[in-house]
């Protein structure tokens, strides 16, 4: 394939760059001149703030989403002989917390939104089912009345995976909002790629008090915040562990960088919808090529833009279309590989491939974009030339009739 001018005097179009300034860089400074580095007064100002953010009652800032989904499930004593029902469009980490806590991962295919599918989840309940984690692909909500409903019905606990979604608002509410949450747990990463970053970092929040206190005891090792509390008091250097908790604990050199993040997070989140606007508008209108999902039920918070290639149009794979992109100084990635795909996985009950077609079919024609808040709009502009650039050079001769995406053209059509 020619790559034509394109290629010349081109710096590279990463997949991602953190929006990181010097108040962040101030303030992790100011933690290391204060000589208290770990778990401190910032961490506890970082979780009221988070909490006020999104209007959650409690939170419990952790060293990772991932954590925090564990301990979300650990509190809410899922163990052996449990199932817990979640997406197979996901990190491995939301497989493996289940797997850590010695329950049954079974997987749910998606829907045309790509997020976790309610008539799916009913499909797959059984009398051990305990817990659902939906996942807010992309920063796109889930289906949450119908998934709370399910729940409702049959007893189970929601603890929503929203690495994706800090800014995400469900029926007028951020993720979490007390005011119309009946999930149990939301939890949230501040991994480097993420919306929100502290490096590495998490918060796990809840509404529920009793699931709170659970959650922090066992954040620090499962020491009673009771023994703390009653003998510190005179100065006492005594404590008691009262079950085998973790390390999980977030330190205030991350939860100082965390809060001039979520100061900006708005700001931030009204950029990437700017840019993921700019994105539809060059590359809507193509058969070949297909916009991501969006819903009138809430506020994406663009944390990816996901590209769907039609294979039926064009005559390269996904995978040579990223190898050209990337040529062509565009850096992208492919969220997710699918759960069944992971050789650990795959012997698994409950994941198996053929629970998830959609999913499994969705995979071969996505790409994610470079779309982060400090990307200039000649800079989409550039990525969505080279995108209908391949495209136009990869055309199938024979006319196109992929009856799934006729079918998701016109369920979004009617969406909207
Ligand atoms: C990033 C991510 C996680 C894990 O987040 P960490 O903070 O790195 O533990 C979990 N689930 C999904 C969907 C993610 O994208």
């Not at 289940?98 to 309610?118: E, K, R, Y």
Request: charge should be negative.
């Amino acid at each position: 394939m020619s790559v034509g001018a394109s290629m010349l005097n081109r710096e590279f179009i990463p997949f991602n760059r953190p929006e990181i300034g010097m108040d962040e860089l101030n303030e992790v400074a100011e933690v290391l001149r204060s000589g208290w580095l770990t778990t401190g007064e910032r961490t506890k100002r970082f979780e009221v703030e988070l909490c006020g953010y999104t209007g959650a009652r409690f939170g419990q800032a952790v060293n990772s989403c991932t954590a925090g989904l564990h301990l979300a499930l650990a509190a809410l004593n899922i163990g052996p002989g449990d199932e817990v029902i979640t997406t197979p469009l996901t990190f491995c980490a939301t497989v493996n917390v289940i797997l850590h806590q010695g329950a049954t991962p079974v997987l749910a295919d998606i829907g045309d939104d790509f997020n976790i599918s309610p008539a799916a989840i009913r499909e797959r309940i059984t009398p051990r089912t305990r817990a659902i984690i939906p996942v807010h692909f992309a920063g796109l909500p889930c289906r949450m009345t119908e998934i709370w409903e399910i729940a409702r019905e049959r007893g189970l606990a929601v603890v929503e995976d929203a690495a994706h979604a800090i800014g995400t608002h469900y029926r007028g509410h951020h993720i979490g909002d007390a005011a119309v949450s009946r999930s149990d747990a939301v939890a949230y990463s501040f991994y480097a790629t993420k919306n929100l970053t502290t490096g590495e970092g998490g918060m796990v929040t809840t509404n529920r008090e009793d699931l709170y206190e659970r959650m922090r005891r066992m954040t620090l090792h499962g020491i009673s915040r009771d023994a703390w509390n009653r003998y510190a008091e005179n100065g006492s250097w005594y404590y008691e562990v009262v079950e085998p908790g973790f390390k999980y604990n977030l330190s205030d050199l991350q939860s100082a960088i965390g809060l001039v993040q979520l100061k900006k997070i708005e700001a931030m989140t009204a950029r990437r919808a700017e840019l993921a606007g700019l994105y539809d508008r060059l590359l809507g209108g193509r058969d070949d090529l297909m916009t991501p999902p969006d819903e009138e039920f809430g506020r994406h918070c663009w944390h990816l833009y996901v590209l769907r290639i039609n294979p039926a149009a064009l005559s390269i794979s996904r995978d040579e279309f990223i190898k050209e992109l990337h040529s062509r100084g565009i850096g992208t990635s492919v969220h997710f590989i699918p759960i069944p795909l992971h050789p650990f996985f795959k012997a698994w009950a409950g994941l198996e491939e053929n629970q998830c077609p959609r999913a499994m079919s969705l995979y071969r024609q996505i790409i994610s974009l470079p779309l982060y808040p400090g990307m200039s709009e000649e800079q989409v502009r550039r990525v969505a030339r080279e995108v209908i650039d391949i495209a136009d050079q990869s055309r199938c001769r024979e006319s196109i009739n992929v009856p799934e995406l006729e079918e998701h053209r016109r369920a979004m059509a009617s969406a909207t």
